[in-house]
Every structure is written in structure tokens, then in C-alpha cells.
């Protein structure tokens, strides 16, 4: 298994491209199987789980292409199934559930399992299709959906603004019979670009990135060209990767409006964040960073998936902070890591406290999940010495080419096969 090793303590200096949004391409992947005709993908990251999910879509019955950022699908023989072998690396593959009950009115996917940061259900997602005329058993490990006729448009109130859960339902609801309200839905950017990519294909989709989304269910969805919005997530991780080396970056193509709640924190902290045009300048302001609070929640809140690289600057803050993970019931796997390294971190239940310390000294740790990866490889830019982090295997699910944008910028960073 692959490992990177660091040699921290480099101030971080010049410009990173930030790659197009794991988090939107692969619902927009998954939409391509509403689509009759082909559908051309643009700013496509190069990352393993876009893999699994072109996978996915030849085990459906699509032709799929992947060259350099530039993807293509053509659904000519839609199949019901998706199998558990692959399912179980990498649970967004449920994302293929809405839309082929949509078109096909049955449907065989593995009940994705849990991962390690929580249990991760899909049951708002079952419950929602179920108000669309869907039926359900889940058995042998599989879901397995039935639908007489179309999918009907309906009301649906989501308990909690689910991400998948929204994607799944404005999937299914794109074809169905009838207009669907969706109450409560999640306003993650990633949603609001789904919505957009499915309006392109012929979708009549409104209010997406407000709580109340409405689709007026079509006959049939074409190909189209579309670009995938750049990575809010990875962006926000180089913007900490900049403040915790204590350098100076300029981030390309950042989303900066979608990064509200983590600019404010991290100016709360001291971090200096100026937009100019086409990039974000990003330094530690006089020096000095200062601890804060943080909650992570839905959109617009502070998003979880920046809750662990956060703590990493925090790592290096004056004074102490509070860290509560409100989304995910285990997302704290980096904590016991970043101990290692010599933070001072500690943990009651789904609340971190974190007390600053002068420095980090670099040791051998280990990758549980794909944020916790990136945590620790910040930490490692940032401690003294040499930090090796193994299984990083998480790591390249989410961020494509990371050493090679690190070491374009001055880190000391390099991947070893084991
Ligand atoms: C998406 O996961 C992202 N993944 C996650 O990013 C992200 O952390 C999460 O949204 C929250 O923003 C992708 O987009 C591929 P949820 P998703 O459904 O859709 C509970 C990363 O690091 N829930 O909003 O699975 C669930 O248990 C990954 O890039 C139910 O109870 O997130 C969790 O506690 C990690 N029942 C909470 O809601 C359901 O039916 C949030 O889950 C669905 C969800």
C-alpha cells in the first residue's frame, strides 16, 4: 500500500488549481443514467472514486469514456442492478437508485454499508421514493424497489436535509409522473449543480440551494455537455494548508461564495483571505492564530467534510476550541493520530476541545477516513521532522494529484510504495 512521506515546517508559497468537485460528479455520473442520448462531462477530477462510479456505469449499461478531466456516458442498455462488490467501495453508488426506479421501475442495489465515519443510512431516501409510489424490501443485503407504472410527483418532508438523500429524490422526481415538492432539502452547492446539470438535460427543476425544491416531472431527459463545479472542499484545504505552514497561496478556480461559514472561521482565527479575479489569496495574517469555536451542520453552516482539517490549524491556535460534530456520529478517527504528532486534543463524545501547543513533531500515523487523511497531511506540512502517513489510499478518493499541487508550492511531500 502507498504511503506519502512529508518533511514538515515549509512555508507554503505560489498558486494551486483547484480540480473540479468529487462531490458534484458524482451524482452528475450517476444522473447520466436519466439521460437518452450521450452526456459530455467537463472539469471531471481524476480521482478513484470517479473511477468506481464509471465502473458502475458499464455494469448498468452505459459506454463511458474518461480522458484526461473530460467524461463521457451513453446509457444504451439500462440494467437494473448494482452489485455489492462495488457498492461497498464507495456508498454514493446508491445515488443510481433514483434514477433507474425513474426509468426502469425496478431496481436490485446493494444496501451500501457503513463506513467509518458513522452508519451512514439511506432510509430517507427509501422513505421518499415510497411517497413516489415506490416499494421496497431490503433483503440479502440489497434494496430491492418495485414501482407500477411511473414514479408519481408527491410532497415529501425530509426529517434532515440528506445530501444523497435530496440528490436521490430530484433524480427520480425529474421523470416522474407530476410535480414533487421537497421540503427540507439539503442546499449543499453540490446539490444546487446537480440540479443545474439536470435542468441542462431538460429537467424543470426550481429553488435548488433553498430548503423547498420543486420538479415538475418531464417525459424523458437528453444528453448535453456540462463542467463540474470546482472543489469547495478541497479548496477550503488548501486555504487551511496555506495558514498552518504559515506561507502565502494563491488558489485558482476557488468557489469562494460556497466557502462562507470556513472564510469566517478562518479570518475568526486570523488567517488573511482576499478575492481577486479567477483566485483567492490566502496568508497567515500577523503570525499569531487564535482558537475558536466551531459546529459543523448543513449548508450553510460549517461542512463537515472541513471539520478535521480545521482542527489541524486549531492544533497550532492560542487557547482553546470546541469542535461538534453534529453530522456524523464517528468523525473524529484523525483525533488519536494528530495525538501522536503532539497535539493536544480531547474528546467527549461527538465534542473535540482542542488547546493549542507551540509545535507538532513529525511521526509515523495512519489514514482512517478521506478528510482525517488530509488532516494529517497538514499537520505533517506544519510539525517538525518527517511525517509518514499510510493507507492513503483514502486520500486519493478526494484529492486528485495532492503532492504533485503540494510540491508545486514548496512542500517537501512523496509518495512510496510499500
Ligand atoms: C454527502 O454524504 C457527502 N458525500 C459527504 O462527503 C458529506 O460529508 C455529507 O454529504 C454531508 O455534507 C457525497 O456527496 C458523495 P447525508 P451523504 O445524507 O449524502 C444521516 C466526503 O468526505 N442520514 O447528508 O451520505 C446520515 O447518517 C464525504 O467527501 C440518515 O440518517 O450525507 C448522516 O448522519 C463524507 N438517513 C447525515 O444524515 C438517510 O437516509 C448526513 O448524511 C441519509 C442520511
Given amino acids: 500500500m502507498d504511503k506519502l512521506i512529508?518533511?514538515?515546517?515549509?512555508?507554503?508559497?505560489?498558486?494551486?488549481?483547484?480540480s473540479g468537485a468529487k462531490n458534484a460528479a458524482l451524482p452528475i455520473l450517476m444522473a447520466c443514467l436519466l439521460a437518452e442520448g450521450p452526456v459530455h462531462l467537463s472539469n471531471v477530477p481524476r480521482l478513484a472514486d470517479i473511477d468506481t462510479s464509471l465502473k458502475l456505469l458499464n455494469i448498468l449499461g452505459c459506454e463511458t469514456t474518461f480522458e484526461g478531466n473530460e467524461a463521457t456516458s451513453d446509457c444504451v442498455d439500462l440494467k437494473p442492478e448494482a452489485?455489492?462488490?462495488?457498492?461497498?467501495?464507495?456508498?454514493?453508488?446508491?445515488?443510481?437508485?433514483?434514477?433507474?426506479?425513474a426509468r426502469l421501475g425496478e431496481a436490485k442495489v446493494a444496501?451500501?454499508?457503513?463506513?467509518?465515519?458513522?452508519?451512514?443510512?439511506?432510509?430517507?431516501?427509501?422513505?421518499?421514493?415510497?411517497?413516489?409510489?415506490?416499494?421496497?424490501?431490503?433483503?440479502?443485503?440489497?434494496?430491492?424497489?418495485?414501482?407500477k407504472g411511473r414514479l408519481k410527483g408527491a410532497h415529501i418532508s425530509l426529517d434532515f436535509p440528506t445530501v444523497g438523500g435530496t440528490q436521490n429524490l430530484l433524480?427520480?422526481?425529474?421523470?416522474?409522473?407530476?410535480?414533487?415538492?421537497?421540503?427540507?432539502?439539503?442546499?449543499?452547492?453540490?446539490?444546487?449543480?446537480?440540479a443545474n446539470f439536470l435542468n441542462t438535460m431538460g429537467a424543470k427543476i426550481t429553488g435548488q440551494g433553498t430548503s423547498v425544491i420543486t420538479v415538475e416531472g418531464v417525459t424523458s431527459l437528453k444528453g448535453c455537455e456540462y463542467r463540474i463545479m470546482p472543489d469547495r472542499i478541497e479548496a477550503g484545504t488548501y486555504m487551511v494548508a496555506a495558514a498552518i505552514t504559515g506561507g502565502e497561496l494563491e488558489i485558482l478556480d476557488c468557489p469562494f461564495q460556497e466557502l462562507d461559514a470556513v472564510t469566517y472561521k478562518l479570518r475568526e482565527m486570523g488567517v488573511w483571505l482576499q478575492e481577486e479575479e479567477g483566485y483567492?489569496?490566502?496568508?497567515?495574517?500577523?503570525?499569531?492564530?487564535?482558537?475558536v469555536d466551531v459546529t459543523t451542520l448543513p449548508h450553510p453552516g460549517f461542512p463537515t467534510d472541513m471539520q478535521a482539517q480545521l482542527m489541524a490549524l486549531m492544533c497550532f491556535g492560542k487557547g482553546a476550541g470546541i469542535i461538534e460534530e453534529k453530522i456524523f456520529e464517528n468523525r473524529f478517527m484523525h483525533v488519536l493520530e494528530l495525538v501522536r504528532l503532539g497535539a493536544d486534543v480531547r474528546l467527549k463524545g461527538r465534542t473535540a476541545m482542542v488547546h493549542g501547543v507551540n509545535k507538532l513533531m513529525g511521526a509515523p500515523v495512519m489514514a482512517s477516513d478521506l478528510r482525517a487523511s488530509a488532516s494529517l497531511v497538514l499537520a505533517g506540512l506544519a510539525a517538525e521532522g518527517t511525517t509518514t502517513i499510510e493507507r492513503i489510499y483514502h486520500l486519493d478518493?478526494?484529492?486528485?494529484?495532492?503532492?504533485?499541487?503540494?510540491?508545486?508550492?514548496?512542500?517537501?511531500?512523496?509518495?512510496?510504495s510499500e
Avoid: W
Fill in 83 to 101: 452489485p455489492y462488490d462495488l457498492v461497498k467501495t464507495m456508498r454514493a453508488s446508491v445515488l443510481c437508485l433514483g434514477p433507474i426506479m
Fill in 280 to 291: 483567492v489569496l490566502v496568508r497567515r495574517a500577523n503570525g499569531l492564530l487564535a482558537n
Fill in 6 to 18: 512529508i518533511e514538515g515546517g515549509i512555508p507554503l508559497q505560489g498558486s494551486i488549481q483547484v
Fill in 397 to 416: 478518493r478526494g484529492y486528485e494529484n495532492i503532492e504533485e499541487k503540494l510540491s508545486g508550492v514548496g512542500a517537501r511531500i512523496k509518495r512510496v
Fill in 111 to 147: 444496501l451500501p454499508g457503513g463506513c467509518a465515519i458513522g452508519a451512514r443510512p439511506v432510509d430517507l431516501h427509501l422513505r421518499g421514493l415510497e411517497r413516489m409510489g415506490a416499494k421496497f424490501e431490503v433483503t440479502e443485503g440489497y434494496i430491492k424497489g418495485k414501482c
Fill in 171 to 194: 433524480m427520480a422526481a425529474s421523470l416522474a409522473d407530476g410535480t414533487t415538492t421537497l421540503d427540507n432539502a439539503a442546499r449543499e452547492p453540490e446539490v444546487v449543480d446537480l
